[in-house]
Nanobody
Framework: QVQLVESGGGLVQAGGSLRLSCAASGLTFSMYGMGWFRQAPGKEREFVAGITRNGGNIYYADSVKGRFTISRDNAKNTVYLQMNTLKPEDTAVYYC?????????????????WGQGTQVTVSS
């Protein structure tokens, strides 16, 4: 079955950077659109970034545009999220998601496969 394993989370000071990785298995990675979502305590899961199968189209939430960069390496079955200029409000559990159809790349309902998440904490 599809497995998505996130890594790279941690504690960082405001203004710092982190790079999240999501290793995928059990699927033909190049056939799946990929996304990153996050969920802070007491809040709903929200879209962060999405990327199409070949990386030709990329989507970002307004709150992260210019600071975060999503990319993928289809040879390594991995999608990345480079996060720069981190803010305390970026603190959340970050989830990787995958979908074969990828018709709704900015909504959680548009993804059929999810990882377990990795914690990102940004201190002020």
């Amino acid at each position: 079955q599809v497995q998505l394993v996130e890594s790279g989370g941690g504690l960082v000071q405001a203004g710092g950077s982190l790079r999240l990785s999501c290793a995928a298995s059990g699927l033909t990675f190049s056939m799946y659109g990929m996304g990153w979502f996050r969920q802070a305590p007491g809040k709903e899961r929200e879209f962060v970034a999405g990327i199409t199968r070949n990386g030709g189209n990329i989507y970002y939430a307004d709150s992260v545009k210019g600071r975060f960069t999503i990319s993928r390496d289809n040879a390594k079955n991995t999608v990345y999220l480079q996060m720069n200029t981190l803010k305390p409000e970026d603190t959340a559990v970050y989830y990787c998601a995958a979908d074969r159809i990828f018709m709704a790349p900015t909504t959680a309902a548009g993804y059929g496969n999810w990882g377990q998440g990795t914690q990102v904490t940004v201190s002020s």
